[in-house]
C-alpha cells in the first residue's frame, strides 16, 4: 500500500534533549512539508523540501532543522532551542510538476516534553 | 500575506441537519482552495478541493464552491451523520510550491 508513515506516534522529551521525527513515503513524492498542529489552531508550515539535498524554512522553522538525502525521506529534528515543542506534528508529500496536486498527510507524531 | 478566517467553533448539530461552515480568505493570484477533514488522534484527509473560480468541489455529500467574487468557500452537507463528526480545515495553496495555509479549524458534533 502507497502512503506516508511517521514514528513513533508519541515521542516523549527532556529538557535540552534534541529529538527526532520520521516521515517516509513510498507515493513517489517530489515534495514533503512538515506541519505543526496546536490544540484549536490550524496547522503552521515549519520547513518543506521540494528536492532532494535542498530545502526551504517554513513560518516557524526557529528551534527545528530538517535534511532530505532521499526522496523517501525527510525527518525533522526538534532541537533544544525550540522552548514550546509540545504539539502534534504532521508530515505531508505531494507530486510536483502540476499545481493542482493534492498534499498527502501522514498520521502524525504527537511531541510531549517531560 | 494570504490568510484563511474559518467560522468559530465548536459547532454542534443534530443527525440529518444541514451543515455549514462558512471559510474566507485573503490571497494574491488565484489560489487552489481545500477542505480537509481530521479525525481524532490522525492525520488530516483531503475531502474536497478547487482550483478555479466557480469550481464545485464535491465528496461524501460535502460540496463546496469557489466563489471569487465574495472570497469565499464555504463547506455543506445536506444531512450529517454522526460519523461526520471531525474537526474541519479549511486551506489554501501558496505559491509555485504550494505550501497550505490553514484556517484554524471547525470542531464539529453530530448528535444522534
Known amino acids: 500500500d502507497g502512503g506516508i508513515t511517521q514514528s513513533p506516534k508519541y515521542l516523549f522529551r527532556k529538557e535540552g534533549q534534541n529529538v527526532t521525527l520520521s516521515c517516509e513515503q513510498n507515493?513517489?513524492?517530489?515534495?514533503m512539508y512538515w506541519y505543526r498542529q496546536d490544540p484549536g489552531q490550524g496547522l503552521r508550515l515549519i520547513y518543506y523540501?521540494?528536492?532532494?539535498?535542498?530545502?526551504q524554512k517554513g513560518d516557524i522553522a526557529e528551534g527545528y532543522s530538517v535534511s532530505r538525502e532521499k526522496k523517501e525521506s525527510f525527518p525533522l529534528t526538534v532541537t533544544s532551542a525550540q522552548k514550546n515543542p509540545t504539539a502534534f506534528y504532521l508530515c505531508?508529500?505531494?507530486?510536483?510538476?502540476?499545481?493542482?496536486?493534492?498534499?498527502?498527510f501522514g498520521p502524525g507524531t504527537r511531541l510531549l516534553v517531560l | 500575506g494570504n490568510s484563511v478566517t474559518q467560522m468559530e467553533g465548536p459547532v454542534t448539530l443534530s443527525e440529518e441537519a444541514f451543515l455549514t461552515i462558512n471559510c474566507t480568505y485573503t490571497?494574491?493570484?488565484?489560489?487552489?482552495l481545500f477542505w480537509y477533514v481530521q479525525y481524532p488522534g490522525e492525520g488530516l484527509q483531503l475531502l474536497l478541493k478547487?482550483?478555479?473560480?466557480?469550481d464545485k468541489g464535491s465528496n461524501k455529500g460535502f460540496e463546496a464552491t469557489y466563489r471569487k467574487e465574495t472570497t469565499s468557500f464555504h463547506l455543506e452537507k445536506g444531512s450529517v451523520q454522526v460519523s461526520d463528526s471531525a474537526v474541519y480545515f479549511c486551506?489554501?495553496?501558496?505559491?509555485?510550491?504550494?505550501?497550505?495555509?490553514f484556517g484554524q479549524g471547525t470542531r464539529l458534533t453530530i448528535n444522534p
Open positions: 505531508a508529500s505531494r507530486k510536483r510538476g502540476n499545481p493542482q496536486e493534492t498534499q498527502y
Open positions: 507515493l513517489n513524492h517530489d515534495a
Open positions: 523540501s521540494q528536492i532532494v539535498n535542498d530545502f
Open positions: 490571497a494574491t493570484g488565484y489560489p487552489s
Open positions: 478547487a482550483t478555479k473560480a466557480d
Open positions: 486551506a489554501l495553496s501558496d505559491g509555485g510550491a504550494q505550501k497550505l495555509v
